[in-house]
């Protein structure tokens, strides 16, 4: 499930797709599936199909043993063939030898309210697009509409927003061009306030876009464990099928006794759901002035990619409406996200790390 063939769920249809397209020769076409099912028709047109799950294996595939189960398909590429993957081109493109890629999504989210996912969404898209990826920042606040407030905060420009666009259109009707909000990005913001657009057209718009731009950052609420579970839920019905297909999915914790408890139900019950851990990036928030903030231990859970500190001065700049200032306390932990979800495109964690002089260790603590 790891890349996604053009009938998404409809997993006869991929199949019927993949026999009619054998496997070029000079490649190799691999297959990892949890679907019981007669596989030899796809074996035949050249596929490696393995079996990823327990009990009888079907015909055509091959079975794995236990601790091959347990591995990521990131983690078994490493492992077995020696491969890095960090290409996600759609399978139908591969085979139709488009070159290229399609956008990485970076979702955001989080389990308390304003830990920074609407700030973070900016400064990471404000970054990428330096960079010189082209980057569309989606706001998936579908009740609140957070980027508009910022950009817009007397609701009275003439902006397009995801409830202009309809499947079937042109993916530019529901975004708005960077150059005419002064930032490097271009941005399709939340419906307005009263209309209502569901997750399904969200998903159908993200998967239009990551056509044309080269990485989308969505801006999402904040979502609770039980939402993983329920199916009318943005949680369950966007981001679990997209972190299952290997996009990663940034999740901000803001440090504090209770934010830091709430936080780790969110990424427990995104363990339980069997999330590979190099997909689930972490970072911490520090709030000003808070005394006495200690990491947690997120081994069990995910990647930690660093922590930002808010500062009085980083939050005037907020509230001035400023898309862009120079902060240490923010550049890194920005960077290694980056990184993190784009490897290979340029970014340079250490040029920012403020501890890369004597980077052994905790000294870094006493940090300005
Ligand atoms: N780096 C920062 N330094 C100082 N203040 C910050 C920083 N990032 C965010 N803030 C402040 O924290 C508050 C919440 O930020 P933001 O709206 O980005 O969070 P959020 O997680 O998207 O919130 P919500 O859950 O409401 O969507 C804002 O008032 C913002 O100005
Ligand atoms: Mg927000």
Same mark, same amino acid.
């Given at each position: ?12 249809a991929?199949a019927d797709y993949l026999i009619r397209h054998p ?18 028709p796809?074996?035949?047109a ?49 085979l ?27 400064? @990471?898209?404000?970054?990428?697009? +330096?960079? %010189?990826?082209?980057? /569309?920042? $989606?706001?998936?606040?579908? =009740? #609140? ?92 019905? @966007?981001?679990?099928?997209?972190? +299952?297909? %290997?996009?990663?999915? /940034?999740? $901000?914790?803001?440090?504090? =006794? #209770? ?110």
């Amino acid at each position: 499930m790891r890349w996604q063939v053009p009938a998404a769920d409809n997993i006869q249809a991929q199949a019927d797709y993949l026999i009619r397209h054998p496997v070029p020769s000079g490649f190799k076409g691999i297959i990892f599936t949890d679907r019981a099912g007669n596989w030899l028709p796809i074996a035949n047109a050249g596929y490696m199909v393995y079996w990823c799950n327990t009990g009888q294996i079907p015909v055509g595939a091959m079975g794995m043993s236990e601790q091959m189960l347990r591995m990521s398909v990131a983690d078994f590429a490493r492992t077995y063939w020696g491969i890095q993957l960090a290409d996600k081109r759609l399978v139908v493109d591969i085979l139709q030898n488009k070159v290229k890629e399609t956008a990485v999504l970076l979702p955001i989210t989080s389990n308390t309210g304003g830990v920074g996912k609407t700030t973070s969404s900016r400064q @990471l898209a404000d970054r990428a697009s +330096q960079a %010189g990826l082209r980057v /569309l920042l $989606i706001d998936g606040n579908i =009740r #609140q509409s957070s980027q508009r407030s910022f950009f817009d905060p007397r609701q009275d420009k003439p902006l397009h927003t995801i409830a202009d666009w309809r499947p079937g259109m042109q993916v530019q009707v529901g975004a708005n061009r960077g150059r005419d909000l002064g930032v490097p990005y271009d941005i399709c913001f939340a419906p307005p306030a009263g209309v209502g657009v569901d997750w399904q057209i969200y998903r159908q718009y993200i998967q239009a876009a990551r056509r044309l731009w080269d990485f989308v950052v969505l801006d999402l609420d904040r979502i609770s464990a039980d939402d993983l579970d329920d199916r009318e839920n943005i949680a369950n019905g @966007l981001l679990l099928p997209y972190i +299952q297909s %290997g996009d990663p999915c /940034l999740v $901000i914790v803001k440090a504090g =006794r #209770q934010t830091q408890i709430d936080a780790l139900n969110l990424l427990t019950a995104l363990a339980e759901h069997h999330l590979p851990k190099e997909l689930i990036g972490i970072k911490d928030t520090v709030p000003v002035g808070l005394q006495g903030y200690r990491r947690l231990d997120y081994t069990r859970y995910g990647t930690f990619l660093g922590t930002e500190y808010q500062t009085v001065e980083a939050s005037n700049h907020i509230a001035n409406g400023d898309v862009r200032w120079d902060d240490p306390g923010l550049a890194f932990a920005r960077e290694n996200i980056l990184n993190w979800a784009l490897p290979d495109r340029g970014f340079n964690p250490e040029r920012f790390n403020p501890n890369a002089k004597n980077s052994e260790g905790k000294k870094g603590r006493g940090r300005k």
